[in-house]
Every structure is written in structure tokens, then in C-alpha cells.
């Protein structure tokens, strides 16, 4: 799939905020700091126009930026940064449980990790509640230009394992920096919005 226009839409907190229409949304998931905004600029070419931080829990709305005028990227708040109030984490998670459980655009979602470390705790709950809830989902595994082909290998095996990925789910090495793993995700976001307009326009 290629990119040729992206445009920032709204900010959101609840469904009302939520842009109108029908329109298929890939959702991008993950702790705080691991990289969501980076990975969407890289995915449309764009510098800057998901904000990054050096500070975790920078992104506190649920974002929607349209790709190609045919579909949305969803950038959602991270979890799991711990100094962000107890009441305020708590009021992330019902707003991106809200969209996740509500939202009937949404196709798929990109879970993303970082692969220095093994999946947190929140990784695996997240990941379960994806695939308990049915939801089409992939992993990134984010900042791979980081670890040598062989560490990185490693740590490839060990979130297939701790996340028991089955042999038919995707497990992508991403790179903001490098590019790497850009067409794979493009190739399945793609899977999840192309052949959903096409449904769309055939009824």
C-alpha cells in the first residue's frame, strides 16, 4: 500500500467526539514511551505530525489522523506509566476500552512492544483481551535497530512466546529510524482497510 495523503482530524475522548461516517480504523496500542507516535510518522512519511516525547504519557486522547482519504490511523493514550495519577490512568482505560468495545469502524489493531525488553504484564493482558474480544490484531515489536540481528532474534522468540503468538499470527521488527518492518505493517493494515472498502462499495 502506498501513502499519498495523511491529514491530523480530531482529538477525542468520547464516541461523540469520534469522527462521523464509516470509514475502517486501524488502532495503534501499547505502554507509554514505546514508540506509537514515532512508528505512525514513520508510516506516512511524515516528521512530525503525530507528536513524540521523551516522556511517557504524552499522548492522553485518543487520535485519528486520515490516511489516503480512505481510512483512519488511530493513535491511542499508552498504559502502564506509573506516574501518571491513579485516577487518571484509570480514566484512560475506560476511554480506550470504550473505543475498542464500541467503535464499529475499527478493522485491527497494532499492538506494539518494545523489543529490548520482554512484554510487561499489561503487554499480555492487552494482547489477551485483543484476541479474547476477537479483535484482528498484530504485534510490532517496536526499536529494533536498537539490539544486533542476533539479540534481536532472541527477543523475537521470547514475545512470540510470552504473548503465545500461534504460527499464523503476525509478529513484525519495526524501526522508526531505519524503516524496517514499514512495508509489512502497510501490507497488513492494507488487509484489514482495502478489502474492507471494497466490501463496503460492492453492497
Known sequence: ?????????TSAVKPLNYPVGELPEVALAGRSNVGKSSLLNKLIN???????????????????????????????????YARVPLGERDSWRKMVESYLLTRPN?????????????PTEMDLQMYGWLKF???PAAV???KAD????????????????????????VLIPF?????????????????????????????
Do not use: C
Not at 1 to 9: G, N, P, R, Y
Not at 106 to 116: A, Q, T
Not at 175 to 194: H, K, P
Open 1 to 9: 500500500m502506498k501513502i499519498t495523503s495523511t491529514e491530523f482530524v
Open 46 to 80: 511524515r516528521k512530525r505530525l503525530a507528536r513524540t516525547s521523551n516522556t511517557p504519557g504524552r499522548t492522553r486522547l485518543i487520535n485519528f489522523f486520515l490516511v489516503n482519504d480512505s481510512f483512519h490511523l488511530v493513535d491511542l493514550p499508552g498504559y502502564g
Open 106 to 118: 475499527l478493522k485491527g489493531v497494532l499492538l506494539l512492544v518494545d523489543s529490548r525488553h520482554p
Open 133 to 135: 474480544r476477537g479483535l
Open 140 to 142: 510490532a515489536a517496536t
Open 146 to 169: 536498537k539490539l544486533s540481528r542476533s539479540r534481536l532474534l532472541q527477543s523475537l522468540k521470547v514475545i512470540r512466546s510470552e504473548l503465545q503468538l500461534s504460527e499464523g499470527d
Open 175 to 203: 524501526s522508526a529510524e531505519t524503516g524496517q518492518g514499514r512495508e509489512a505493517l502497510l501490507e497488513v493494515i492494507g488487509s484489514w482497510t482495502i478489502s474492507t472498502n471494497i466490501e463496503d462499495n460492492s453492497n
